[in-house]
């Protein structure tokens, strides 16, 4: 199967809002809302920011919000910090007990 | 709370089997999703696959041919066997749980790095 699509890269400045996309078929994103976004550091374990399209687990700031719209989901992310400068992978359920991730965006705060 | 920690060779000959076990701590793993992740350097994330704590499995279609994951409950971890490995198999492999069968993960081991070279 096909990896998601993301943007390679995205940017903002202090404060402002980003939002990032993910593309997907009605086999994945469109077909179900197991669709979750992972935010990975420079040398560190990815860490679940958003699942199931837009729940937030506990601890990830309120900034952090998931939608989707048919084939595409999307993260966005409010009122940018230096800290949220990362890697952001989205991944979706593809049915028959199989997952895909998308290729990651870059998240530059400018 | 739940931790994960993967151990295993840094180095595997091609052709070989890649093996690798994720020891957890703080929570059992008879219950739950528990899944292995890779990373090759540089790019994105794929799939390996997944053992329920019932012992039924599940794994990445392009893989499959290769892969076995198996859960040993009396140590509380969980093992990843990729066989007839290559240097494309070089990555970072991750272990981490799905809380709730929702194919999300949280949390993840640190991961750890296996080349494959000669």
């Known amino acids: 199967q096909s990896a998601l699509t993301q943007p390679p890269s995205a940017s903002g400045s202090p404060g402002q809002s980003v939002t990032i996309s993910c593309t997907g078929t009605?086999?994945?994103?469109?077909?179900?809302?197991?669709v979750s976004w992972y935010q990975q550091h420079p040398g560190k374990a990815p860490k679940v920011m958003i699942y199931?399209?837009?729940k937030r687990p506990s601890g990830v700031p309120d900034r952090f919000s998931g939608s989707k719209s048919g084939n595409t989901a999307s993260l966005t992310v409010s009122g940018l910090q230096a800290e949220d400068e990362a890697d952001y992978y989205c991944?979706?359920?593809?049915?028959?007990?199989?997952?895909?991730f998308g290729g990651g965006t870059k998240l530059t705060v400018l | 709370q739940v931790q994960l920690q993967e151990s295993g060779p840094g180095l595997v000959k091609p052709s070989e089997t890649l093996s690798l076990t994720c020891s957890v701590s703080?929570?059992?793993?008879?219950?739950?999703?528990w899944s292995w992740i890779r990373q090759p350097p540089g790019k994105g994330l794929e799939w390996i696959g997944y053992?329920?704590?019932?012992?039924?499995?599940s794994y990445n279609p392009s893989l499959r041919s290769r892969v076995t994951i198996s859960g040993d409950t009396s140590n509380n971890q969980f093992s990843l066997n990729l066989r007839s490995v290559t240097a494309a198999d070089t990555a970072v492999y991750y272990c981490?749980?799905?809380?709730?069968?929702?194919?999300?993960?949280?949390?993840w081991g640190q991961g750890i790095l296996v080349s494959v070279s000669s």
């Open positions: 981490a749980r799905d809380p709730t069968g929702d194919h999300w993960f949280d949390p």
């Open positions: 703080g929570g059992s793993i008879s219950s739950y999703y």
């Open positions: 053992i329920y704590y019932s012992g039924s499995t």
């Open positions: 009605s086999g994945d994103v469109g077909g179900n809302n197991y």
């Open positions: 199931e399209v837009s």
């Open positions: 991944s979706s359920y593809a049915g028959s007990n199989n997952l895909v």
